[in-house]
């Protein structure tokens, strides 16, 4: 396939100093327009390398998900190839043209309308007469935002900024398209546009897409870099990325003291094959999972519900006492739940218990996090991966 992009040795400083930023930015400016270029290695006073030696490729018809935790330096590497900031040391190649939507304003006059916004991209773009007033309904068309396109983008909800965004970066159907949680925002239904979009562009194209929805980069994405502090430790299959992202996310999760209320009331162990899990530990597919816990201080016949959570906090899924038909004791001290097999894509979960008044209205009480992880093989973008019963007739 062809290559795109080509990225070697990219590397990109800060500095923590707002005097000594203006400064070293005075000076880039300055060689900038002499013509000059001298790659800085060593670090100055109050600087700090945001990339260091980084180094990937993009080729037509790839995908390729860019990830990393906050701070990792994956907007930066995603400005510097988009040429909104100046790098430091290494290069990049572009072989062909280029579209980015790397904040939710898009580079948007805000006091023109929407309309007009889209008109001056078009003239930046080169396009005159019937050209400029094709792209012009084809962005309308795509956004679909009726009546607010032709008001000014300072009123439009952020939801309308990623509309307009992603329809004026993508209807030219650039040769590189670069995405940065464009997706976060808007209805269903345009994300779904999006998403075919994307599709349709990658046959032809290459596009880098930044998520922390580890859900749409798996669906939408055949590559993946995972970056750490700045560098690349890791380029391959989008699976491995999302595999390494997980690994690492459910390492700080762990150490991390979640959300409870009055856990006193109740206290909850997790058994897998009739062995009591602790914090982080490993667990496969299939195995079966049981609850346990002592619940002698909460009231007569309390609502319980099992949360299940990804490694973001997401709930994912939940078994809801309120959904049996459960005679309680006169006086129970402990309680047993069956969860059934785990089910999940390897990764990082956990489980917590809420428990609601009889009537579940009142929240009485959420008990203590207790994480774990799912080994095996990634299966698809779901978290929850159901096994059927399959059978044939001849």
């Not at 203006?22 to 800085?40: N, T």
């Not at 945001?50 to 995908?63: N, P, T």
């Not at 979009?197 to 032809?204: D, F, G, M, V």
């Amino acid at each position: 396939m062809e290559t795109l992009l080509r990225v070697e040795g990219l590397g990109k400083k800060f500095s923590r100093d707002l005097k000594a930023s203006m400064k070293a930015g005075a000076k880039s400016i300055l060689r900038s327009y002499f013509g000059s270029r001298q790659d800085v290695v060593a670090l100055k006073s109050k600087e700090f390398w945001a990339l260091r030696d980084v180094s990937c490729e993009l080729r037509r018809g790839e995908v390729m998900a860019v990830l990393g935790h906050n701070g990792a330096g994956k907007s930066t590497l995603l400005k510097c190839i988009a040429g909104k900031l100046r790098i430091d040391t290494g290069s990049v190649h572009l072989n062909g043209t280029i579209g980015h939507m790397l904040e939710m304003s898009a580079g948007f006059e805000q006091a023109l309308s929407g309309r007009e916004n889209v008109r001056l991209r078009g003239r930046l773009l080169h396009l005159k007469g019937k050209a400029i007033e094709k792209y012009i309904q084809e962005v309308a068309e795509f956004a679909d935002i009726g009546e607010f396109f032709d008001a000014p983008v300072q009123f439009y909800s952020s939801g309308m900024r990623a509309r307009l965004g992603f329809a004026v970066s993508s209807v030219m159907t650039p040769d590189i398209l670069i995405l940065d949680e464009v997706l976060a925002v808007g209805d269903l239904s345009f994300r779904v546009k999006c998403y075919e979009r994307i599709n349709e562009i990658s046959r032809n194209a290459g596009v880098l897409f930044v998520s922390h929805s580890l859900g749409q980069v798996a669906r939408m994405c055949n590559r993946g870099i995972f970056l750490e502090k700045g560098r690349v430790v890791y380029d391959g299959t989008v699976q491995e990325a999302i595999r390494i992202y997980q690994d690492k996310l459910g390492q700080g999760n762990e150490k991390v003291d979640r959300f409870v209320l009055n856990p006193e009331l109740v206290s909850m162990e997790f058994f897998v094959s009739g062995v009591k899990v602790s914090a982080g530990q490993k667990v496969g597919y299939g195995e079966p999972m049981v609850l346990k816990g002592d619940i002698s201080k909460l009231p007569r016949g309390a609502q319980m519900r099992v949360l299940l959570r990804d490694a973001g906090s997401g709930l994912i899924m939940d078994w809801n006492s309120a959904r049996n038909t459960i005679e309680w004791p006169r006086n129970p001290t402990h309680v047993c739940a069956d969860l059934g097999p785990v089910e999940l894509n390897p990764g990082a979960y956990s489980l917590s218990v809420q428990v609601m008044s009889p009537d579940g209205r009142e929240h009485l009480c959420m008990s203590s996090v207790i994480p774990f992880r799912v080994t095996g093989e990634l299966l698809y973008a779901i978290p929850v991966q159901k096994r059927a019963n399959w059978s044939f007739t001849v």
